[in-house]
């Protein structure tokens, strides 16, 4: 007996050690982690290069192309192994000036931009009238009105009563104000709608019936609900240019016609069209030493729409990944599990780059022990879900319990949650069974003012929050991969849909697009 006690009491000796030693290990780690992002951050110069020298990155642009590249110069400069994956291709285009002036019936520059893939006007520019899509009653009576188009450039957004946000009208407008305008924005909104319905077609087909009638060109106004703010999108028109002008520009031109001013316009616009070209993924590697066929992923998607520069969405978070990756590289160079850093193209088209790595690697998908993924927006990570993993709560309380107080004082969790269906790029994997989960981040006013937006430039990041993020997901990705036990990726029960009344499915995989926007 006094054997068997002398030999458990040497094994919960030994054991009390080990502990000890590894929550030592823990403790230099994660502080290492911290003296990085406080004492050497890159998060600025990363910044500084990705936005302000190689600027935003459509799908298809020589940008996108500069920064695939850079990333993969970058790694290497810090040690570590990447490479750029050929997933598909797509219309490649590259953005040239926009200028737009009223020059009747005064002289003023408007703050305007013609949209993605738009075709450009001749060099000289364009000067033209301005005509709006009229009330009719039906197909015929649109198609009667067609000829009035000719040489014109067509304004098809309604016309805002106010380019106050809610919010503003919410603080100062007394309560028979704020009212009498939503009213107006109501009554605005449905009539507009059916306007756009009562010519008997889609948003795709009244652009190219305008086009085929002999349009200038076309105008719209795609406001984000902030001062001074519009989502930039895709043109739909293949032999004109397509602009769209700033709410206050816009209104006044609206004005001007439904008044009878006749206002004229000049637009410039200069782009070129390069054909199809390659799209690709950067995937960045630091091999695991004991489980290498295990992976942690820390993902963002590193394209943008080109209104701003993607700051937040997503320079902040592919920034957020490769400092990740370059801190682990120096504190932990020899981590159990292989990490990997996806930065994914094609996302803002349908989570092509994504999609197209599950599809292509797997093996990779069925060794993943967690993905890490952070999109939306510049703020700290307030909110991390289950994504429907029955034991996710396991292993995020191990995880979570070495990161800094500081930085999950912000944090709120839900536990298993539900599966993402899509939006952003983890739910490619979740959608395959993989645990991948999506650092949820504080608004900023992320959707009003940046998020597609001709706003979403450098000044906007608040460099204080990104650095929170780093020392978040450095931690997560550590304790992911020295974690003795493999993820368990038990799926929830899914509750009960009460629209249809029936079991809701978990998301299904889907495939990528590979060749698109010809």
Known sequence: MKVRYLILSLFLIASFNLA???????????????????????????AHHLLDVIGPRLVGTPQQQ??????????????????NEQYGEWRGWERGITHVDMVYPRVVSLEAMQLAWSPSTPAEGVTAGLVIIPEVEDRSEFEDWLPNVEGKFVMISMHQPTGRPGYNWDEWATEESKEAMQQTIAENTRNWRSRMQNTGLNTRSYIEALEEAGAAGIVISNWSQGFGTNRIFGANTSEIPTIDVLLEDYGMLYRLVENGHEPEIRVRTESEDLGMVPTFNTIAEIPGTEKPDEYIILS???????????????????????????????????????????????????????????????????????????????GRVVSIQGEGFIHSYEYFTRWLSAVPSGVTDHIETNFPGMPSGGGTDHASFVAAGAPAFMMRSLSWDYWNYTWHTNRDTYDKIVFDDVKNNVKLIATLAYMASEDPETFDRERRVMPIDPRTGEQREWPQQRSPNRSGGN
């Open 20 to 46: 000890v030693a590894q929550s030592t290990d823990t403790d230099s780690v994660v502080e290492q982690i911290v003296n990085q992002v406080e004492e050497n951050s890159h998060l600025e110069e990363l």
């Open 300 to 378: 963002a998607h590193y394209d943008s729409w080109d209104g701003g520069t993607g700051a937040t969405d997503n320079g902040t978070g592919s920034i957020t990944m490769m400092e990740v990756a370059r801190i682990l590289s120096e504190v932990y160079p020899n981590p159990k599990r292989t990490i990997l850093v996806g930065l994914w193209g094609g996302e803002e088209q349908g989570l092509n780059g994504s999609r197209a790595f599950v599809e292509d690697n797997p093996e990779i998908v069925d060794g993943v022990q967690a993905l890490f993924n952070q999109d939306n927006g510049t």
């Open 66 to 83: 500069h920064a695939h590249d850079w990333a993969v110069e970058k790694f290497a400069e810090w040690g570590i192994e990447a490479r």
